[in-house]
């Protein structure tokens, strides 16, 4: 899962992108692989379903949300989560 991240980290320096979304970017997809590895024994990016990114989501609402404070929840297809798609081989 290490070699697609740094192919897609690669492609927005390559494009010109600001290292800060580069550094973030990394951050959030390191999360979430490190999720998946953890909380559903998943090792390849073809083997995530949008019910596991879907838990991801849930799980980043719980540990982030402020006491008392219901946070609105959007599916996975209405979220952008990068400017550029991240594609899965």
């Given at each position: 899962?290490?070699?697609?991240?740094?192919?897609?980290?690669?492609?927005?320096?390559?494009?010109g992108?600001?290292?800060?979304l580069r550094r973030s970017s990394e951050r959030v997809l390191n999360n979430l692989q490190l999720y998946l590895q953890e909380a559903w024994l998943i090792k390849r990016w073809n083997e995530a379903e949008e019910t596991h990114l879907n838990s991801y989501l849930v799980h980043l609402q719980e540990i982030h949300r402020p006491e008392g404070i219901i946070l609105k929840t959007n599916r996975v297809e209405d979220q952008t989560l990068f400017p550029m798609a991240l594609h899965i081989e």
């Open positions: 899962m290490n070699k697609e991240i740094e192919k897609y980290l690669s492609e927005l320096e390559a494009k992108y600001s290292k800060d």
